[in-house]
């Protein structure tokens, strides 16, 4: 079972159930507000909570709410009724398929991931619960962000979103939704070098943890970091978002997944396509900053049209 982190020291409490003294008699009710005054080094230790009128009394973190969240319990988006949640699916304007399959870099047994976009009904994104930023579905593979959250990704040159627009495996795309496609150029900026560096150096980090600690990489995220080098530098110099790889491209990414490249190679073709994002950098067409008016524009359409779609019913 995952213990939860250990609260701080002045973390300001609730009590989940009353607190007694010997002999059962009553110290505080449940739902008395006391602050951490000494926080345990082992999570199944107790605390120490010190309450308004100075007594401290020890209890453990099963019997702890923290106050900020108690707070919040009943208002999250996740706390409306499961019809209501059930129903955002039925909002999804956008649906395409990413991963693998897309990049045509699938084998047999690949998993198909299917990313997209819900916009949902004014009276739900009105309400007081709000909705929540993505839907799940992990038995399906199926992630949809809410329009406002997508947008807000593309414009900070997510890779993933970018790609989501992208895709050559479209499922499903209402007019909205074929309308944002025929935007997506205003998401390209140069803030795509700075973002891809990120992941692609978080990656290149994990992978020299596992040789250090492993005495072996994961060939399938070694093939990832170098397909996402290739698509940055084919994104900076021609304005556009690759998703699938072409040859010569294809068959030596495989051969990374196989493990048939030595770890050497394939660091010595990352560290040359370093080099080359950076040159793409200096002489990149992209604009500094993608166009946000546009995108802000689409959005005020978009929940516009659901908003009339409301009153229409």
């Not at 002045?10 to 008395?32: C, F, I, M, W």
Request: hydrophobic share 35%.
């Amino acid at each position: 079972m995952h213990e939860p982190p250990i609260l701080p020291r002045g973390t300001q409490v609730v009590t989940k159930a009353d607190v007694t003294a010997g002999e059962g008699r009553a110290l505080y009710p449940r739902g008395s507000m006391g602050v951490i005054a000494h926080a345990p080094t082992e999570p199944n230790r107790s605390y120490r909570v010190r309450f308004p009128d100075g007594v401290e009394v020890s209890l453990m973190r099963k019997d702890l709410a923290i106050r900020k969240h108690v707070q919040r319990e009943g208002l999250e988006p996740g706390d409306a009724d499961p019809d209501t949640l059930n129903r955002l699916y039925d909002s999804v304007i956008y649906r395409c398929v990413v991963g693998s399959r897309a990049y045509g870099l699938e084998e047999e047994g690949s998993d198909t991931d299917r990313r997209g976009i819900y916009l949902p009904p004014a009276d739900l994104e009105w309400s007081l619960f709000g909705v929540p930023g993505q839907l799940e579905r992990e038995e399906t593979q199926e992630v949809y962000w809410e329009m406002q959250k997508f947008l807000t990704l593309a414009l900070k040159a997510n890779p993933t979103v970018l790609e989501c627009l992208n895709s050559p495996l479209v499922e499903h795309a209402d007019p909205l939704a074929e309308e944002l496609l025929s935007l997506r150029s205003i998401f390209l900026s140069q803030l795509i070098y700075s973002t891809y560096n990120g992941y692609i150096m978080s990656q290149f980090k994990k992978l020299e943890g596992d040789l250090r600690n492993r005495g072996e990489i994961r060939w399938k995220h070694a093939m990832h970091l170098i397909r996402l080098l290739l698509t940055g530098i084919t994104a900076m110099r021609e304005a556009y978002v690759p998703v699938r790889v072409e040859d010569p491209y294809r068959e030596r990414l495989r051969a990374i997944r196989r493990g048939e490249t030595p770890w050497e190679e394939v660091n010595a073709w990352r560290l040359e396509l370093h080099r080359a994002f950076d040159r793409a950098l200096e002489d990149s067409p992209l604009p500094e900053r993608p166009d946000y008016g546009a995108a802000n524009d689409f959005l005020i359409r978009a929940r516009r049209s659901r908003a009339l779609e409301c009153e229409g019913q």
